[in-house]
C-alpha cells in the first residue's frame, strides 16, 4: 500500500504518484548476530525510481500541479535528479535538473535522460548547483523541489509511521545517511507526530562531514557520491532531531561504507547503493542497543561502476559440460 494510506496526515491530494512508499522492513539475520542488536532494514530502494525521493516528489510534485507550476527544477546528487525527472514526465511538466559534473552515477543520469529532463552538468559541485537553483527559483516561475520544499519532508516522513505500523512502535534507534539532511528531519517530524521516536543516529561520510566538524566543507569527497555534499540545506533541523531524539551525528569512512556495503549485498541479500551503507557502517562502528532500524535510502542499481569495482570477476566458460562443471562447482 502507497503512502497516500495516509493523505490525512499530508497537505495536498496525490495528483501526481506511482505506488510510492510502502517499502519492505526486512529483519537482519546476520546483522542482528555481529551487533547483539534486533536490526531491520528499511529498504527504500524499492520505491519507483529507486529510492527515498520519490516519497517527498509524489507530494512535492502534486503541489507544484495544483499550482499551476509549468516547471520542476533541483539540484541534485543523483536520486533527486532522477525521481524529479520522473514525477515531472508523469505530471507533464518541464523537468531540469542540475548536477555535478562527472559525480552522479551512471544510473541516475540515465533516469533523468530518459525521463526527458533537462539535464545540466555544473562545473561544481552539489552545494554550488543548489545554490545556484536556489537563486533561479527565487526570479522565475519554476517549482523548487529540492528538500527546501516543505511538502518533500512532508512525503518524506511517511517512513516513519510505516516503521511504527510495521514494528506495532517505535525502534530504540534509527540509523541513517545524511548529506542535506532532510530526510533525517522528515524522520524527526514524523515519529515527533506520533509521539514515539527512536534516538536518531545521523552518519556523514569524513570527507563530507560537516555536521560532525560542525562546519561546511568546502571540498566534500567520498565515495558515496549521494551524500557528497559539504552545506546541508536542513543543518539547523537535523542537529535539533540528533539532540531532541538523544541521538547522534558522527562519521565513517569510505573504506567502512564499503564494507557495509558488500556486507549487506553478500549476507543479507540487499543491494544497496554506498551512501544507503553508511547506515550499517555506522551501526557496525558505533554500535547500538536493542531494536534498530537501518535506513537504506536507495537501490544499488544506480551505481554499476562502483559494484563492478568492488565485487570479483566474472568467470568465463566453454559451452561444454566438462568446462561449466568446472566453472560452477570448481
Ligand atoms: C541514497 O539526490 O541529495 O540527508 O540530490 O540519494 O536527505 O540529503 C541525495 C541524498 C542518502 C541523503 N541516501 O539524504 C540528491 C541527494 C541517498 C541519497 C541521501 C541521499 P538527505
Request: aromatic residues 4%; negative net charge; glycine residues 10%.
Amino acid at each position: 500500500m502507497s503512502l497516500w494510506r495516509y493523505a490525512d496526515r499530508l497537505p495536498v491530494e496525490p495528483l501526481v504518484t506511482m505506488g510510492e512508499g510502502g517499502t519492505p522492513l526486512v529483519l537482519a539475520e546476520h546483522l542482528s548476530e555481529l551487533t547483539g542488536c534486533e536490526v531491520w532494514l528499511k529498504v527504500e530502494g524499492a520505491n519507483p525510481t529507486g529510492s527515498f525521493k520519490d516519497r517527498g516528489m509524489t507530494v512535492a510534485v502534486s503541489a507544484a500541479v495544483q499550482e499551476g507550476a509549468e516547471v520542476v527544477v533541483c539540484a541534485s546528487t543523483g536520486n533527486t535528479a532522477a525521481s524529479a525527472a520522473a514525477y515531472a514526465a508523469r505530471a507533464g511538466l518541464r523537468g531540469a535538473v542540475i548536477v555535478p559534473e562527472g559525480k552522479i552515477a551512471t544510473g541516475k543520469l540515465a533516469q533523468a535522460l530518459m525521463h526527458g529532463a533537462r539535464v545540466v552538468a555544473l562545473r561544481g559541485n552539489f552545494d554550488q548547483a543548489l545554490a545556484v537553483v536556489r537563486e533561479l527559483a527565487a526570479l522565475h516561475p519554476v517549482s523548487l523541489v529540492n528538500s527546501v520544499n516543505e511538502y518533500r519532508i512532508e512525503g518524506q516522513k511517511t517512513a516513519a509511521f510505516e516503521v511504527v505500523d510495521s514494528l506495532g512502535e517505535a525502534p530504540d534507534v534509527l540509523c541513517i545517511p545524511v548529506g542535506n539532511a532532510g530526510n533525517v528531519t522528515a524522520y524527526w517530524r514524523g515519529f515527533s507526530e506520533l509521539g514515539d521516536s527512536p534516538a536518531l543516529h545521523g552518519y556523514q561520510a569524513e570527507g563530507a562531514a560537516p555536521l560532525v566538524h560542525g562546519a561546511p566543507v568546502s571540498q566534500p569527497e567520498t565515495v558515496a557520491s549521494a551524500i557528497r555534499i559539504g552545506n546541508p540545506a536542513r543543518w539547523e533541523d537535523a542537529m535539533g532531531a540528533f539532540t531532541s531524539s538523544r541521538g547522534a551525528v558522527r562519521a565513517v569512512s569510505d573504506a567502512e561504507i564499503l564494507d557495509a556495503y558488500t556486507l549487506l549485498g553478500s549476507r543479507e541479500g540487499v543491494f544497496c547503493e554506498p551512501a544507503s551503507a553508511a547506515s550499517v557502517a555506522g551501526l557496525l562502528k558505533h554500535g547500538a542497543e536493542g531494536r534498530v532500524v537501518c535506513v537504506l535510502t536507495g537501490h544499488g542499481l544506480k551505481d554499476p561502476q562502483t559494484a563492478m569495482n568492488r565485487a570479483s570477476s566474472v568467470v568465463p566458460c566453454e559451452p561444454e559440460l566438462a568446462a561449466v562443471e568446472k566453472a560452477v562447482l570448481g
